[in-house]
């Protein structure tokens, strides 16, 4: 199975910082990578999406960015962080075009913006 | 629009007791529901995952159902264990355009008490 690795684990960033927050995974090649943040009492929201190296899809306009530098490696980043950019930020894995196959996800950055 | 409602919001129960979770979806084309099990902080793990022509799966003390007529699943656990105490997602996922898109639940928080 996969394993995926998140980092920093907690975070507490001023508004106005940037941010960067870094995903990586073991135990697959090319997987389809998401982003995804919880916010406290909701579901799920997905950020972003990459099928590959350089391919990132957005779901909901932001001012968070990602980017893909390596197959295995998924990176979320802000310029100026927001209030509301406050949650609990989740990067998954998935074997790419196997649609029945699991997300796997990593262990989650809370990020609290002050 | 797609949805997917989780039914209790949260539940209390007697370590040993049995417990059932709903999860009515609005999701199409479907491709497959799977139920995630989250610990407070942490990412959420798989459970179960079921297609449109499974109508029930098993793993362990956990057994889900699905409906696609009614467009319900459930969620059932048994003789449940204090380590049960969790939030339990529901998300149902559509195959497009080479990825899966996931629509998450806002979860059931349980809670097993001694």
């Known amino acids: ?114 | 629009k797609n949805q997917v409602e989780q039914s209790p919001q949260s539940l209390i129960i007697l370590e040993g007791k049995n417990c059932t979770l709903q999860c009515n979806y609005t999701v199409s084309p479907f491709s497959n529901l799977r139920w995630y099990k989250q610990d407070t902080g942490r990412g959420p793990v798989s459970l179960t995952i079921m297609t449109f022509s499974e109508n029930t799966k098993s793993n362990g003390r956990y057994t889900a159902t699905l409906d696609a007529d009614t467009k319900q699943s459930s969620l059932h656990i048994t003789a449940s264990q204090l380590s049960d105490s969790a939030s339990y997602i529901c998300v149902v996922s559509r195959f497009s355009g080479g990825y899966q898109k996931v629509t998450f639940g806002t979860g059931t928080k349980l809670q097993v008490i001694p």
């Open chain 1, 1 to 114: 199975s996969q394993t995926i690795h998140q980092w920093p684990a907690t975070l507490v960033q001023p508004v106005g910082s940037p941010l960067s927050l870094e995903c990586t995974v073991e135990g697959t090649s090319n997987p389809n990578l998401y982003w995804y943040r919880q916010a406290a009492g909701r579901g799920l929201q997905l950020l972003f999406y990459s099928v590959g190296i350089g391919q990132i899809s957005s779901e909901v306009p932001q001012n968070l960015s990602a980017s893909r530098p390596q197959d295995r490696q998924f990176i979320l980043s802000s310029k100026k962080l927001l209030l509301s950019d406050s949650g609990f930020y989740l990067c998954a894995s998935q074997t790419s075009g196997d649609y029945t196959d699991t997300q796997y996800f990593g262990p989650g950055t809370r990020l609290t913006v002050l």
